[in-house]
Nanobody, 114 residues
Framework: VQLQASGGGLVQAGGSLRLSCTAS????????MGWFRQASGKQRELVAG???????NYGDSVKGRFTVSRDNTKKTMYLQMTSLKPEDTAVYYC?????????WGKGTLVTVSS
């Protein structure tokens, strides 16, 4: 399973970005998918997760501002980020759980300027 994340970049506070994560390889169905982030000097934290049944969960700091979704036909997960804050600056990683194993993408940098 290979994961390709994209959509990161530089945005001003209050702006929006949409991240995408596409899975490739010989996979037939994906269990849980999620976005994590790691800011400089901090531990990696959960941003949002979405299960195969569509149920979602969010980290407390992003509730009401970020929306996670997935398109199973495209094996792609999205993270719509709005009302971005400087503290959202981090490398964002996508993770996929497939047949009981976690797979991580390389990450995409999101920088929010004040």
């Amino acid at each position: 399973v290979q994961l390709q994340a994209s959509g990161g970049g530089l945005v001003q506070a209050g702006g929006s970005l949409r991240l995408s994560c596409t899975a490739s390889g010989s996979i037939f169905s994906i269990d849980g998918m999620g976005w994590f982030r790691q800011a400089s000097g901090k531990q990696r934290e959960l941003v949002a997760g979405i299960r195969s049944d569509g149920s979602v969960n969010y980290g407390d700091s992003v509730k009401g501002r970020f929306t996670v979704s997935r398109d199973n036909t495209k094996k792609t997960m999205y993270l719509q980020m709005t009302s971005l804050k400087p503290e959202d600056t981090a490398v964002y990683y996508c993770r996929v759980d497939y047949r009981g194993m976690p797979y991580w993408g390389k990450g995409t940098l999101v920088t929010v300027s004040s």
